[in-house]
């Protein structure tokens, strides 16, 4: 079969099972098949964290810069979407005649409002911040996201302080949550693979070396916190759309921690890590409320602390994640058996890449 | 003008605390190259350790200045055999990986005492006993300054000048300076790096432990999640004034302080709600750090090859 049938024949089937699945959703019992409420909110909350994860590991995993600004982004992808939506959503539906179709053309309307809107803030932020370096990129980027949070707190129109009721019919279904997540890895996927990835993961490795073999490190590094932003504004336009309720809580530094966290403990620099670190980091704390209860005792009560610690416990036992770099895949099993080592070019045995390990012992050195 | 002065005096308060806990950041900072994150949450912890001083030795129902100063030491020390544990058991295990790493433990530290405390204190706020009586001294016209805030004031001057005393004038303090100059020519030299490490945790969370007390006497109420806000705007004032900077710290908690004091007072004359009182210390930091990216006091370090 040439390449892009066998592409398309993996697309149409991927979609056929993503709509069964969406159909399952939320129907408990179902041929014995649906999800409850409950696991259908989980395993919402799990698609939007793995584009959010796998997004956030572009600028973090692959080129190199700390950002903790990504809960900001989400949160204007969120309110300028439901923005859209509850102001103008009725109107264009209209227009365009009603119907399942313009009903759905609106809410894809609604997902590109909040990826390009998130995109540009991230272009307005990238620019004068991604000049700096290290920890004082990270405490920008995490100063911008509060300032976005901040000001949307003052923003009557969407609220304000009392939060914004989304209050449309646009019932995210697990299948657009699911296509996004699809999209998401699937560009990431390819931007990593290509020459613009190459770029990102030498700026990553060493950029003054990346910058000195004519790599514009300022523009890659742009490039990817724009792609990213972008994403993490999808991810709000669907997380709004499914909770249909924004308040600025939900996107506090806080949020983008969390985002860290299931990214480094999937591995940094691993597509697939970062996506089991979104499912790991989204059902952890879920799971831990099924905790029983001893002689009165409520031991669900401790399941943050205990979610706690068991992230300083992995960061002690694994530092690098449970992946690393590398990625699982069906080229991952194939290779497994036969070079383990084909795919650990660029990290050590350890899976820690090289430029983090030495650079820092080297900056030690330096001080 | 009365007004202004009585603005300045609320603000650089506020500054002196964000100053004291800044200072904490710095310091790690300086030495290891670490955002300790757990910091602010070693600020709630300090409180809440010199609530419970105050209510088991009976300081809580009559004030005094020996009662005071014991609940302020034992805080301290509290606190700072908390950090130390904190460094011993997290942080240097995971030291010799990438910064991402200790990081996150630093983030996950954080995580466990803010969630341990909401389990074990209940998330609950608690009323912090009254350890000086309060009155106010008026300045002139409607200006005035309370008994507190020169306490605050007071006690902030004086362990910033121990402080500079340690770090400067004591064989401790030299070794420090030697280990953020340069780790591992430090240890070349003898030093011993672990001992020095410890010690500057212990110093830190010392500090941020008193500014837990002297906040607590300001505005008596403590709950587990307090720091999360105050150790950003402490950690934000520190990467102001130049991270691994002390005087730097200083300044950057002064400002800061400051700067949010005058946007709730004089904000609405231009504009500016007082609900944007938390955006002021990043938009600040932001504009400081575009011109100076090395903050107010910091130098830049050139890369080499």
């Known amino acids: 079969m040439p390449g892009f049938v066998k592409k398309l024949v993996g697309a149409a089937v991927f979609l056929v099972v993503l709509y ?85 053309l609106v809410f894809t309307v609604a997902i590109l409002i909040g990826a390009v809107v998130a995109g540009g803030m991230g272009l307005l932020v990238g620019i004068p911040s991604l000049r700096l370096r290290g920890d004082y990129l990270a405490i920008v980027t995490l100063g911008f996201a509060e300032i976005i949070r901040i000001v949307i707190l003052n923003l009557d129109v969407v609220g ?50 990346a910058e ?53 403990l999937g591995g940094m620099g691993s597509i697939t890590g970062a996506v089991l670190g979104a499912v790991v980091i989204t059902i952890l704390p879920e799971l831990l409320r099924q905790l029983p209860s001893v002689g009165g005792f409520n031991f669900a009560d401790l399941r943050l602390v205990i979610y706690a610690a068991l992230l300083i416990v992995i960061m002690l036992t694994r530092p690098q994640g449970v992946l690393g770099e ?20 660029v990290g050590d045995d350890t899976g820690v890449p090289i430029a983090q390990r030495a650079g820092d012992a080297e900056e030690v050195e330096k001080r | 003008m009365d007004t202004f002065v009585q603005q300045l005096i609320n603000g650089l308060t506020v ?17 290891l190259r670490l955002i300790n994150f757990a910091h602010g949450d070693i600020y709630m912890l300090g409180a809440y350790a010199g609530y419970f ?23 301290m020390l509290a606190a700072a055999l908390l950090g130390m544990a904190i460094e011993r058991f997290a942080y240097r295990p995971v030291r010799k990986y990438a910064r991402m790493t200790t990081l996150i433990t630093a983030i996950g530290m954080s995580l466990l005492l803010e969630n341990l405390s909401v389990v074990i204190f209940e998330g609950t706020p ?13 300045l002139f016209g409607n200006a005035a300054i309370s008994k507190t805030q020169l306490l605050i004031f007071g006690v902030s001057i004086i362990l910033m000048l121990l402080l ?68 950003l705007k402490a950690f934000v004032a520190a990467v102001l004034g130049g991270i691994g900077n002390i005087p730097g710290a200083v300044l950057g908690g002064l400002l800061i302080g400051a700067a949010e004091t005058f946007v709730v007072g004089y904000g609405q004359l231009v504009g500016i709600p007082s609900t944007y009182r938390d955006a002021v210390a990043f938009a600040i930091l932001i504009l400081v750090l575009l011109f100076r990216p090395a903050g107010l006091l910091g130098t830049t370090v050139q890369e080499k090859v």
């Open chain 1, 20 to 104: 069964a699945v969406s159909a399952l959703v939320g129907r408990e019992g179902l041929f014995g098949f649906g999800l409850g409420a409950y696991e259908s909110e989980v395993l919402m909350l799990v698609g939007i964290n793995v584009i959010l994860a796998v997004s956030l590991n572009l600028i973090n995993g692959f080129t190199g810069q700390f950002s903790i600004g990504h809960a900001g982004f989400m949160a204007i992808g969120a309110y300028s979407s439901a923005y859209f939506t509850v102001y103008h959503g009725q109107n264009l539906e209209q227009a365009l005649g009603g119907g399942a179709f313009a009903h759905a």
């Open chain 1, 160 to 209: 304000g302080a009392t939060g914004f009721s989304v209050n449309v019919t646009y019932p995210v279904t697990f299948f657009w949550v699911g296509l996004f997540a699809a999209i998401t890895i699937i560009v990431v996927r390819n931007v990593v693979k290509s020459d613009t990835g190459r770029a990102l993961i030498s700026i990553r490795e060493d950029e003054l070396a």
């Open chain 1, 212 to 264: 000195a073999m004519g790599v514009n490190t300022t523009r890659y590094k742009v490039l990817s916190f724009v792609i990213s932003s972008a994403f993490a504004g999808v991810a709000g336009v669907l997380f709004g759309h499914f909770k249909r309720f924004l308040a600025t809580p939900d996107f506090t530094f806080i949020k983008s921690f969390e985002v860290i966290i299931m990214i480094v």
């Open chain 1, 326 to 345: 590398r990625e699982i895949g069906f080229n991952w099993l194939r290779r497994a058996q036969k070079a383990p080592e084909g795919d650990r070019q």
């Open chain 2, 15 to 31: 500054g002196s605390i964000y100053a004291l806990i800044a200072l904490g950041y710095t310091m790690v900072y300086g030495i």
């Open chain 2, 53 to 75: 001083i105050a209510r088991w030795l009976g300081f809580a129902g009559e004030p005094s200045v020996a009662g005071l100063a014991v609940v302020l030491v034992g805080s």
């Open chain 2, 126 to 138: 608690r009323a912090f006993p009254e350890l000086l009586h309060n009155s106010t001294y008026r």
């Open chain 2, 164 to 231: 500079q005393w340690i770090v400067y004038r004591t064989k401790v303090g030299t070794a420090m300076r030697a280990v953020s100059f340069n780790l591992n020519s430090a240890k070349l030299m003898g030093i011993n790096t672990d001992a020095i490490i410890v010690f500057t945790f212990a110093l830190g969370s010392a500090l941020a432990a008193a500014g837990g007390v002297l906040t607590a006497q300001y505005n008596p109420t403590i709950y587990p999640l307090m720091g999360i806000i105050t150790g």
